[in-house]
């Protein structure tokens, strides 16, 4: 059951979920705290939560599809399996949420927190995380295509055996990361000096990128 009339309270919601709606289409949530709600497996269609409080929600397998939410805060919510595809979600909290295998597709996630969340298969594709807090995320063998981390702060990641296409990783915060056999073949590295590129230390480059850092070194490659 299809539901497109704006519902702007936390009750119409809480309504529309007991009469079997499963999915909305135009909902404009502003500022409106949805704690405790179970959306699990609920489809929104350009909904906007802009600023919302969404703490301690169910969003297992739910689907967003062009949706706003800026500036919310998804913090210590289950978004296990949930898919965001063409969201804008810039500078959402996500701390300490649940996001085991959830995929984010097209996604704007620029300045956004993942400090503590649970990330076990959670899949980025053409995606920007810059200036996203993402310590510690696990990306080991994932295949990114085309996710800016430009300022993003990745100390602690682990990007062992990863493949990284056309990724942008300029002046990224990669203190403790791991890159051992990581292919950055056709990734951005911003301008790379000795020090951020020991930063890459054990993964892949290509051999522009090679004369690139050697040139920056003062070496004259011929």
């Not at 810039?90 to 927190?113: M, P």
């Not at 292919?183 to 054990?202: Q, V």
Request: glycine content about 6%.
């Amino acid at each position: 059951m299809t539901h497109q009339q704006n519902h702007h309270s936390r009750r119409d919601l809480e309504i529309a979920l007991s009469e079997g709606v499963t999915e909305f289409e135009g909902l404009q949530i502003l500022d409106a705290d949805l704690s405790g709600l179970d959306f699990s497996e609920i489809t929104f269609k350009n909904c906007g939560f802009e600023d919302s409080p969404l703490k301690d929600v169910i969003f297992e397998r739910t689907r967003f599809t062009s949706c706003r939410a800026i500036g919310s805060n998804f913090s210590y919510s289950d978004l296990t399996e949930a898919r965001f595809k063409n969201c804008n979600l810039s500078l959402t909290e996500w701390r300490a949420s649940r996001l085991s295998d959830a995929v984010f597709e097209d996604c704007k996630l620029t300045g956004a927190n993942f400090e503590n969340a649970r990330t076990l298969g959670v899949h980025f594709h053409k995606t920007s995380l810059s200036n996203a807090f993402l310590p510690k995320m696990n990306f080991r063998k994932a295949e990114l295509e085309e996710i800016d981390f430009t300022g993003a702060d990745l100390r602690n990641c682990d990007f062992r055996e990863a493949v990284l296409h056309r990724c942008r990783l300029n002046s990224a915060h990669l203190a403790l990361a791991k890159f051992a056999n990581a292919d950055l073949r056709t990734a951005d590295l911003g301008e790379l000096s000795f020090e951020s590129a020991a930063g890459f230390k054990g993964a892949f480059i290509s051999k522009d990128q090679a004369t690139e850092l050697l040139r920056n070194l003062g070496l004259r490659v011929s």
